[in-house]
């Protein structure tokens, strides 16, 4: 029983370890994006600024279970154990349900895209502007769907030139030489960005949702042998 009992541990401690690294990439990945994310939102959606703070706040939760399931196994506590158990279930869910819910609505935030980034660029209100030509430096990029869209902007008097943030290297008024500005509209760079942000979350689920199921498999077991080793010494 006691060399059960200390190879499940061993399981366990590897799995936590997964989960702390995953926790840790997810922080990671949502504090370097964070600044780049609220200039999105501001472009393109208020609900894009909010995936930094989910990713970091689920970072957060997966590292803190993962510190109740290390000083459950070091304890040999069955109840901080079960309550690891119970956490990661729940998390586990709450993944598949996120998951389900991005899948269906993936077409509606599709074109929430589409629909933000064209009205910000036509309206050019004074309070997103640094936002947008922040967004057209960072991505290259100019306009929503191209650099013609300037053309069309209520808020942008210009109508012969495009903002300095288009051109490709960026000084005073050299967006009124339209030809040498970028031609591809923002949309395009910003999902591109996203797609990409998305395999890397992605892969850190996939890995992380697999390594959970192991969890609970593996502190289940942990779980029993604890109560077993506890009801042979009374």
């Avoid at 959606?45 to 993962?66: P, R």
């Avoid at 070091?74 to 109840?79: A, E, R, Y």
């Avoid at 050299?174 to 999902?191: E, L, R, V, W």
């Amino acid at each position: 029983i006691e060399g059960v009992l200390l190879l499940v541990e061993y399981l366990l401690f590897q799995l936590l370890v997964l989960f702390t690294a995953s926790g840790v990439a997810l922080i990671t990945i949502g504090a370097l994006q964070y600044s780049t994310y609220s200039q999105i939102g501001t472009f393109a959606g208020s609900g894009l600024s909010k995936i930094a703070i989910v990713l970091i706040a689920v970072g957060a939760v997966i590292a803190l279970v993962s510190i109740l399931g290390h000083c459950g196994a070091f304890l040999n506590n069955s109840t901080m154990v079960s309550c690891f158990i119970c956490i990661l279930i729940i998390i586990i869910l709450l993944e598949i349900f996120t998951g389900a819910a991005f899948y269906i609505f993936r077409s509606r935030m599709n074109s929430g895209i589409n629909t933000q980034a064209r009205a910000a660029v036509y309206e050019y209100s004074p309070k997103n502007r640094h936002a947008i030509n922040r967004i057209q430096e960072k991505f290259s990029c100019c306009g929503a769907d191209t650099y013609t869209d300037w053309s069309r902007s209520v808020g942008w008097g210009n109508h012969e030139a495009v903002p300095d943030s288009c051109c490709p290297e960026k000084r005073e008024g050299c967006g009124h030489d339209k030809d040498k500005a970028h031609k591809k509209g923002c949309i395009s760079a910003i999902k591109l960005f996203l797609l990409k942000n998305l395999v890397w979350v992605g892969g850190v689920c996939i890995a992380l949702g697999i390594t959970e199921v192991f969890g609970v498999i593996v502190g289940v077991c942990l779980c029993l042998n604890i109560k077993r080793k506890n009801y042979e010494n009374v």
